[in-house]
Protein backbone atom coordinates (compact mmCIF):
# COMPACT_ATOMS: atom_id res chain seq x y z
CA UNK A 1 0.00 0.00 0.00
CA UNK A 2 1.26 3.52 -1.01
CA UNK A 3 -0.19 6.58 0.55
CA UNK A 4 0.61 9.55 -1.74
CA UNK A 5 0.08 13.54 -0.77
CA UNK A 6 0.52 16.47 -3.87
CA UNK A 7 1.44 19.86 -2.66
CA UNK A 8 2.47 23.34 -4.18
CA UNK A 9 -0.53 24.15 -6.62
CA UNK A 10 -1.97 27.48 -6.46
CA UNK A 11 -2.95 30.31 -8.46
CA UNK A 12 0.02 31.87 -11.13
CA UNK A 13 -0.19 34.70 -14.07
CA UNK A 14 0.21 32.83 -17.91
CA UNK A 15 3.95 32.23 -18.16
CA UNK A 16 5.05 31.79 -14.62
CA UNK A 17 5.61 28.52 -12.88
CA UNK A 18 4.67 26.01 -10.18
CA UNK A 19 6.77 23.17 -8.45
CA UNK A 20 4.46 20.48 -7.46
CA UNK A 21 5.07 18.20 -4.48
CA UNK A 22 4.39 14.27 -4.48
CA UNK A 23 5.14 12.52 -0.95
CA UNK A 24 4.75 8.83 -0.67
CA UNK A 25 4.97 6.88 1.97
CA UNK A 26 6.23 3.57 2.29
CA UNK A 27 9.48 1.53 1.82
CA UNK A 28 9.19 0.82 -1.55
CA UNK A 29 8.94 3.93 -3.27
CA UNK A 30 11.95 3.28 -5.33
CA UNK A 31 10.52 0.84 -7.42
CA UNK A 32 8.04 2.62 -8.85
CA UNK A 33 7.10 4.02 -11.83
CA UNK A 34 5.79 7.21 -10.64
CA UNK A 35 3.23 9.76 -12.93
CA UNK A 36 1.69 12.77 -12.88
CA UNK A 37 -1.96 13.15 -14.21
CA UNK A 38 -4.03 16.19 -14.78
CA UNK A 39 -8.13 16.67 -15.07
CA UNK A 40 -9.32 20.14 -15.80
CA UNK A 41 -13.31 20.50 -14.92
CA UNK A 42 -15.44 18.45 -17.11
CA UNK A 43 -13.22 16.75 -18.46
CA UNK A 44 -11.08 13.09 -18.34
CA UNK A 45 -8.24 12.37 -16.57
CA UNK A 46 -4.82 12.84 -18.54
CA UNK A 47 -1.58 11.85 -18.85
CA UNK A 48 0.91 14.40 -18.03
CA UNK A 49 4.25 12.90 -17.11
CA UNK A 50 5.86 9.73 -15.72
CA UNK A 51 9.32 8.55 -14.64
CA UNK A 52 10.51 5.35 -13.82
CA UNK A 53 12.37 4.08 -11.08
CA UNK A 54 15.77 4.47 -12.74
CA UNK A 55 15.25 7.80 -13.55
CA UNK A 56 13.73 7.98 -17.70
CA UNK A 57 11.32 10.34 -18.36
CA UNK A 58 8.33 10.60 -20.47
CA UNK A 59 5.90 13.30 -21.01
CA UNK A 60 2.81 14.27 -23.15
CA UNK A 61 3.00 16.52 -26.64
CA UNK A 62 1.09 19.42 -24.45
CA UNK A 63 3.82 20.18 -21.59
CA UNK A 64 7.20 18.73 -23.41
CA UNK A 65 9.85 21.44 -23.19
CA UNK A 66 7.78 23.27 -20.50
CA UNK A 67 7.44 21.03 -17.86
CA UNK A 68 10.36 18.50 -15.64
CA UNK A 69 9.22 15.81 -13.59
CA UNK A 70 12.40 14.26 -11.32
CA UNK A 71 12.05 12.21 -7.93
CA UNK A 72 14.64 12.37 -4.99
CA UNK A 73 14.20 8.68 -3.91
CA UNK A 74 15.45 9.59 -0.44
CA UNK A 75 13.02 11.65 0.39
CA UNK A 76 10.00 9.38 -1.44
CA UNK A 77 8.87 12.56 -3.43
CA UNK A 78 8.41 13.18 -6.99
CA UNK A 79 8.47 16.41 -8.21
CA UNK A 80 6.89 18.64 -11.39
CA UNK A 81 8.62 21.63 -12.40
CA UNK A 82 5.81 23.13 -14.52
CA UNK A 83 7.10 26.58 -16.23
CA UNK A 84 5.40 28.86 -19.07
CA UNK A 85 2.51 28.21 -17.67
CA UNK A 86 -1.04 28.15 -20.17
CA UNK A 87 -4.65 28.80 -19.16
CA UNK A 88 -5.09 25.20 -20.83
CA UNK A 89 -3.11 23.80 -18.10
CA UNK A 90 -5.79 24.20 -15.05
CA UNK A 91 -6.58 21.59 -13.47
CA UNK A 92 -6.57 19.36 -10.61
CA UNK A 93 -2.98 17.72 -10.43
CA UNK A 94 -2.50 14.18 -9.13
CA UNK A 95 -0.05 11.67 -8.41
CA UNK A 96 0.06 8.09 -9.08
CA UNK A 97 2.30 4.94 -8.21
CA UNK A 98 2.25 2.67 -10.95
CA UNK A 99 1.76 -1.32 -10.85
CA UNK A 100 2.32 -2.80 -14.38
CA UNK A 101 1.76 0.07 -16.47
CA UNK A 102 -1.29 1.05 -14.40
CA UNK A 103 -2.06 3.46 -12.28
CA UNK A 104 -2.51 1.55 -8.61
CA UNK A 105 -2.03 4.51 -6.04
CA UNK A 106 -3.37 8.13 -6.45
CA UNK A 107 -2.93 11.05 -4.30
CA UNK A 108 -5.90 13.46 -3.51
CA UNK A 109 -4.77 16.31 -5.88
CA UNK A 110 -3.58 19.68 -5.86
CA UNK A 111 -5.14 22.76 -7.87
CA UNK A 112 -3.37 24.80 -10.61
CA UNK A 113 -4.89 27.58 -12.37
CA UNK A 114 -3.07 30.48 -14.53
CA UNK A 115 -4.83 33.19 -15.48
CA UNK A 116 -4.42 34.74 -18.36
Known amino acids: QVQLVESGGGLVQAGGSLRLSCVAS????????MGWFRQAPGKERNYVSG???????WYADYVKGRFTISRDNAKNTVYLQMNSLKPEDTAVYYC??????????WGQGTQVTVSS
Open 96 to 105: AATVDGAARY
Open 26 to 33: GRTFSSYT
Open 51 to 57: ISSGGTT
